[in-house]
């Protein structure tokens, strides 16, 4: 091993590909029945934290950060001056295994800048994960971003030894990509979401009829949009992620607040705050959509095009909603318990199923791990429930604020949750 | 009050509470025999652990709270929290009052609360142990980490580590409880050791140190400037598991 080079290219590819916040392992279904290397988790495995308090999972590198594009908003784009560097496929094979071996990491997330063709390029992605695969036995976790363009063939062999697929579509809306990413079109972008999403389905009916069918992408295929670079309201947002989530499949959309790294007159100018607030409201938004029974146009609507940076989207949707409210802890259903802010879905569960020994109090509810600052505001009880006098009140909001002290810290406290699913669930 | 000390074994906790109804004990109070010692407890009747008493006690529980609510009893034991019999023998009483409903989901009761409270520390604390370890490769070929967790959690990561790696000899210590888990490419084994583990690093392979360092300035890469959050980084990851970590080692 030559340490000094391959040290130089791992700083240099992993510094470029740093903004993509996806590192989940989580869907990984491999067992390791070959007496190989690793097995996947299903609910993924955060194996250290970076400074930024972001979950590392996978060993998260570009192949290489050259490029024959010139995307605005990435730093690997053609007309940036920066260092070059390119791995070799036993490079990030070596890296990848001697990092598993160690317990650094679930496995590896692989992206690369497109140099010479994108099937050029995916076909080196494509064969660093079979090698892994085939030659080293390895059955943890890859996660491969496809490349826009690369051929069905390329894509069909890439879900063979992928666990996960993505693309990412980093602008939200059509106008957005044309201005700042005019080689690629939206079209180009979303085809292999489709190709991905049709195999999918393929190979669960094929799988019904042979149990032998290999795997396709068993954790399924997410994307990441880039927040605030470009001037999209929080509905077109999350307009995009509900429809990617109903018609496309999706495990996962990520958000990525945009971090200035390049001065261009396009884009937000350099030292603009990255909009972690926003950010992290959108990702309540999306868990609200996925685990608590919201539909997007609950969430934002026309009125109301930008979610609220002051409270959630949850104390947003019940201030706007105060006549679903009070709800009752004894015998209100499930669906509506999950919609008490400060309710998690965890301490949703325990409350049903406390309720059938005993009437719950304020108290109880406290020691289930409720927020019982919000959620006091929202609920009834079998005994008379002083704090509702406040429910008709304008200042409620006001009021759930000014009792919030430490608001700010709960912001990020709750993004950090939301960003690694695994501490979040549990 | 009548003391009952047992063996430091679930078994022997098991054996115990099936004395205290078998003899119908008046105000038992059951305490393990390490700390039943330096108490100040004056009269102590020790019980012999017997497999079959305590078979019929976890048939018993399993009846009534399921495989799950035995295993949340396990996770309580390994906690080795001073309080754990006292708990869980409250939380016996209380299932054999109520015999047809599964107690364990009454979250509103203290001590069914207490050991709710118990698993999640401990599954925290063995996940933990799951994602900190570091191996650092050793010159006769095994994979070789330490640790000292909170609670003793290391028989609850023995199937994370047996399945994930299967084509390397590892091995995990204890240090704090003397105690490891070895395998050998085909058995995992419990094995205690009397080498001195300090010196570790001059045992390292000599590719050890080079991996070791890239995954440090891996880390510092994949770091983003720009989004700095100290706070969220300490409190995932506590500065009590930094010992483990390669990565936040100064080389
Ligand atoms: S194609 Fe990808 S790597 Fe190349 S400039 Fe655009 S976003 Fe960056």
Partial sequence: ?426 | MNILSYDNTLEGFFTAVFEVYEYKYLNPKIVRQSLAQNALFSEVTPIITQQDKADRVTQRLEKQIGKEGLREILFGFLSENENFEDIVFEIIKYGIEHPNQNILKNYAHPAVLQLSKWVKSVGREAHRMEAFVRFELLQDGIYFAQIKPDFNVLPLTISYFKERYQDQKWLVYDTKRNFGIYYDLKTVEWIQLDLEIKNITQKHDQTERKYQHLWAEYFDHTNIKERKNTKLHIQHVPKRYWKYLTEKRTF
């Fill in chain 1, 1 to 426: 091993m030559n340490y000094d080079r391959i040290k130089e290219k791992l700083e240099i590819l992993a510094d470029a590909a740093k903004y993509d916040v996806s590192c989940s392992s989580s869907g990984g279904t491999r067992k390791n029945t070959n007496k190989g290397l690793g097995n996947s988790h299903a609910s993924g495995i955060c194996h250290t934290f970076t400074e930024d308090g972001r979950c590392v999972s996978l060993l998260k590198i570009l192949l290489t950060n050259y490029c024959i594009y010139d995307c605005a908003y990435c730093v690997s784009r053609k007309s940036n001056d920066i260092q070059r560097a390119a791995f070799t496929v036993e490079e990030v094979v070596d890296l990848t295994i001697n990092f598993y071996r160690r317990n650094y990491i679930e496995g590896l997330f692989l992206s690369s800048g497109i140099f010479k063709t994108p099937d050029f390029t995916m076909e080196r992605l494509v064969r660093i994960a079979k090698k892994l695969r085939l030659e080293h036995n390895f059955n943890g976790y890859i996660h491969l971003k496809t490349i826009p363009g690369a051929s069905d063939e390329l894509m069909q062999e890439a879900g063979l030894y992928a666990d996960r697929l993505s693309v990412n579509l980093e602008i939200p809306t059509q106008s957005g990509l044309k201005l700042l990413a005019p080689e690629k079109d939206h079209k180009q972008m979303i085809k292999p979401m489709g190709f991905v999403k049709d195999a999918l389905v393929q190979y669960k009916e094929e799988r019904q009829k042979f149990k032998s069918t290999p795997k396709f992408a068993p954790a399924g295929q997410s994307t990441q949009m880039i927040i605030g670079a470009t001037q999209e309201t929080d509905l077109q947002i999350i307009k995009v992620a509900d429809h990617f989530y109903n018609n496309f499949n999706l495990k996962r959309v990520y958000y990525s607040g945009y971090v200035p790294v390049l001065s261009d007159t396009r884009l937000p100018a350099l030292g603009t705050e990255v909009p972690m607030v926003r950010e992290n409201r959108l990702y309540q938004a999306d868990w609200l959509m996925r685990f608590y029974g919201f539909k997007a146009d609950e969430i934002v609507d026309r009125q109301n095009p930008f979610l609220d940076l002051e409270v959630d989207p949850k104390i947003s949707w019940a201030l706007r909603n105060i006549d679903q409210f009070p709800i009752n802890i004894q015998q209100a259903p499930l669906e509506m318990i999950f919609r008490i802010p400060g309710v998690g879905v965890k301490s949703a569960y325990k409350i049903v199923h406390a309720r059938r020994f005993q009437s719950l109090s304020l108290e109880h509810l406290k020691k289930m791990g409720v927020a019982t600052n919000r959620a006091k505001y929202f609920i009834d009880f079998k005994i008379q429930n002083n704090h509702l006098k406040h429910l008709s009140t304008i200042h409620l909001k006001q009021i759930i604020l000014d009792e919030s002290k430490t608001k700010y810290q709960k912001t990020f406290s709750n993004q950090l949750s939301l960003l690694n699913e695994h501490s979040f669930l549990r």
